[in-house]
């Protein structure tokens, strides 16, 4: 069996939406692909709304806030930047493979009140259930080698 791809969800803070990204695919993507997440300014929490939105639809998501300069020596086959300002602020360094960008509004700083906050979790979270399989499936190149 080959080695799954790696991917690399990136944002700002790595509290919502990358780490929102790095759990479903993990958890409906296993053995085709192994996500990672982090930010370029870690917030140093996951949000738990973020980790609400996740559970609600069954997947309990473990994962810390960390800075993108952990994942120096690690090879990706994609990093996919998930806010505007990421795709900005990008390494250069993490330019060795292929990059794409797919923006989703940050629901941690949705107005109004806690209800609507949730709602606007809930809607990137389903956002990225129908558009980061679609992603990852046009991504045909073969894994990057650990050597």
Do not use: Y
């Not at 923006?103 to 949730?118: H, T, V």
């Amino acid at each position: 069996m080959s080695q799954p791809r790696r991917v690399l969800f990136l944002c700002t803070g790595n509290s919502a939406r990358s780490q929102m990204a790095e759990a479903i695919v993990n958890a409906r993507l296993p053995g085709e692909w192994q996500a990672q997440s982090a930010g370029t300014r870690p917030a140093g929490f996951v949000h738990p709304m973020a980790l609400q939105a996740l559970a609600e639809i069954g997947i309990q998501h473990q994962g810390r806030s960390k800075s993108v300069e952990e994942m120096r020596e690690t090879p990706f086959d994609l990093v996919v930047t998930v806010c505007d300002a990421a795709a900005e602020e990008c390494p250069v360094w993490l330019g060795a493979g292929r990059r794409v960008h797919i923006g989703f509004p940050d629901p941690a700083k949705a107005p109004g009140s806690d209800e609507d906050r949730r709602l606007a979790f809930r809607s990137v979270r389903d956002g990225m259930l129908q558009q980061m399989p679609e992603l990852l499936s046009r991504t045909a190149d073969p894994p990057v080698s650990a050597a």
